[in-house]
Nanobody, 126 residues
Framework: VQLQASGGGLVQVGNSLRLSCVVSGRTLSTYNMGWFRQAPGKEREFVAAMTWGQDTRDLYADPVKDRFVISRDTAKNTLYLQMISLKPEDTAVYYC???????????????????WGQGTQVTVSS
Protein backbone atom coordinates (compact mmCIF):
# COMPACT_ATOMS: atom_id res chain seq x y z
CA VAL A 1 0.00 0.00 0.00
CA GLN A 2 1.26 3.47 -0.91
CA LEU A 3 -0.12 6.80 0.25
CA GLN A 4 0.55 10.06 -1.57
CA ALA A 5 -0.41 13.26 0.24
CA SER A 6 -0.75 16.61 -1.49
CA GLY A 7 -2.55 19.93 -1.27
CA GLY A 8 -0.46 21.78 1.26
CA GLY A 9 0.74 25.32 0.76
CA LEU A 10 1.17 28.79 2.19
CA VAL A 11 -2.06 30.53 3.17
CA GLN A 12 -3.08 33.48 5.30
CA VAL A 13 -4.94 33.24 8.58
CA GLY A 14 -8.60 32.44 8.08
CA ASN A 15 -8.17 30.85 4.68
CA SER A 16 -8.86 27.27 3.67
CA LEU A 17 -7.03 24.31 2.21
CA ARG A 18 -7.99 20.81 1.19
CA LEU A 19 -5.45 18.06 1.57
CA SER A 20 -5.67 14.89 -0.48
CA CYS A 21 -4.21 11.45 0.09
CA VAL A 22 -4.32 9.01 -2.79
CA VAL A 23 -4.15 5.37 -1.76
CA SER A 24 -2.74 2.83 -4.18
CA GLY A 25 -2.33 -0.90 -3.88
CA ARG A 26 -5.48 -1.59 -1.87
CA THR A 27 -9.03 -0.31 -1.67
CA LEU A 28 -9.32 2.72 0.56
CA SER A 29 -12.56 1.55 2.10
CA THR A 30 -10.88 -1.46 3.73
CA TYR A 31 -8.63 0.70 5.90
CA ASN A 32 -9.07 2.92 8.88
CA MET A 33 -7.53 6.21 7.83
CA GLY A 34 -6.08 9.14 9.66
CA TRP A 35 -4.39 12.51 9.39
CA PHE A 36 -1.57 13.59 11.65
CA ARG A 37 0.61 16.66 11.76
CA GLN A 38 4.03 17.52 13.04
CA ALA A 39 5.28 21.01 13.71
CA PRO A 40 9.00 21.80 14.05
CA GLY A 41 10.34 20.64 17.39
CA LYS A 42 7.11 18.89 18.32
CA GLU A 43 5.87 15.34 18.29
CA ARG A 44 3.53 14.04 15.64
CA GLU A 45 -0.04 14.66 16.77
CA PHE A 46 -3.42 13.31 15.82
CA VAL A 47 -5.68 15.51 13.70
CA ALA A 48 -8.55 13.39 12.38
CA ALA A 49 -9.47 9.81 11.58
CA MET A 50 -12.13 7.83 9.79
CA THR A 51 -13.10 4.21 10.36
CA TRP A 52 -14.15 1.91 7.53
CA GLY A 53 -17.17 -0.27 7.08
CA GLN A 54 -20.89 0.34 7.24
CA ASP A 55 -20.70 2.05 10.62
CA THR A 56 -18.11 4.70 9.90
CA ARG A 57 -17.01 7.12 12.57
CA ASP A 58 -15.13 10.38 12.25
CA LEU A 59 -12.74 11.34 15.02
CA TYR A 60 -11.22 14.78 15.53
CA ALA A 61 -8.67 16.38 17.79
CA ASP A 62 -10.19 19.12 19.93
CA PRO A 63 -8.22 22.00 18.32
CA VAL A 64 -9.63 21.19 14.86
CA LYS A 65 -13.02 19.57 15.38
CA ASP A 66 -15.04 22.64 14.41
CA ARG A 67 -12.81 23.60 11.50
CA PHE A 68 -11.57 20.44 9.78
CA VAL A 69 -13.56 17.72 8.04
CA ILE A 70 -12.23 14.31 7.03
CA SER A 71 -13.84 12.56 4.09
CA ARG A 72 -13.13 10.02 1.41
CA ASP A 73 -14.01 9.30 -2.18
CA THR A 74 -13.93 5.55 -2.61
CA ALA A 75 -14.25 5.83 -6.39
CA LYS A 76 -11.02 7.84 -6.47
CA ASN A 77 -9.44 5.91 -3.59
CA THR A 78 -8.68 9.24 -2.02
CA LEU A 79 -8.85 10.58 1.52
CA TYR A 80 -9.39 14.30 2.11
CA LEU A 81 -8.94 16.78 4.90
CA GLN A 82 -10.88 20.00 4.38
CA MET A 83 -9.47 22.73 6.57
CA ILE A 84 -11.15 26.10 7.11
CA SER A 85 -10.44 29.09 9.33
CA LEU A 86 -6.78 28.18 9.43
CA LYS A 87 -4.65 29.51 12.25
CA PRO A 88 -0.88 29.96 12.61
CA GLU A 89 -0.83 27.04 15.06
CA ASP A 90 -2.06 24.78 12.25
CA THR A 91 1.32 25.18 10.57
CA ALA A 92 2.91 21.74 10.28
CA VAL A 93 3.70 18.90 7.95
CA TYR A 94 0.53 16.89 7.51
CA TYR A 95 0.64 13.13 7.06
CA CYS A 96 -2.01 10.66 6.04
CA UNK A 97 -1.88 7.14 7.41
CA UNK A 98 -3.70 3.83 7.08
CA UNK A 99 -4.39 1.04 9.53
CA UNK A 100 -5.64 -2.43 8.66
CA UNK A 101 -7.32 -3.19 11.99
CA UNK A 102 -9.71 -1.30 14.22
CA UNK A 103 -8.37 1.54 16.30
CA UNK A 104 -7.52 0.58 19.86
CA UNK A 105 -7.78 4.05 21.33
CA UNK A 106 -9.54 7.36 20.83
CA UNK A 107 -7.72 9.22 19.57
CA UNK A 108 -5.67 6.67 17.69
CA UNK A 109 -1.93 6.95 18.23
CA UNK A 110 0.64 7.16 15.43
CA UNK A 111 2.14 3.78 16.30
CA UNK A 112 -1.17 2.10 15.49
CA UNK A 113 -0.89 2.90 11.80
CA UNK A 114 0.69 0.54 9.30
CA UNK A 115 1.30 2.82 6.33
CA TRP A 116 2.23 6.48 5.99
CA GLY A 117 2.31 9.07 3.27
CA GLN A 118 5.28 11.35 2.76
CA GLY A 119 3.70 14.50 4.23
CA THR A 120 2.64 17.83 2.82
CA GLN A 121 3.60 21.19 4.30
CA VAL A 122 0.91 23.58 5.49
CA THR A 123 2.03 27.06 6.48
CA VAL A 124 -0.41 29.61 7.84
CA SER A 125 0.88 33.17 7.96
CA SER A 126 -0.51 35.87 10.20
Amino acid sequence: VQLQASGGGLVQVGNSLRLSCVVSGRTLSTYNMGWFRQAPGKEREFVAAMTWGQDTRDLYADPVKDRFVISRDTAKNTLYLQMISLKPEDTAVYYCAARRRAFTSNPPMPEQFDFWGQGTQVTVSS
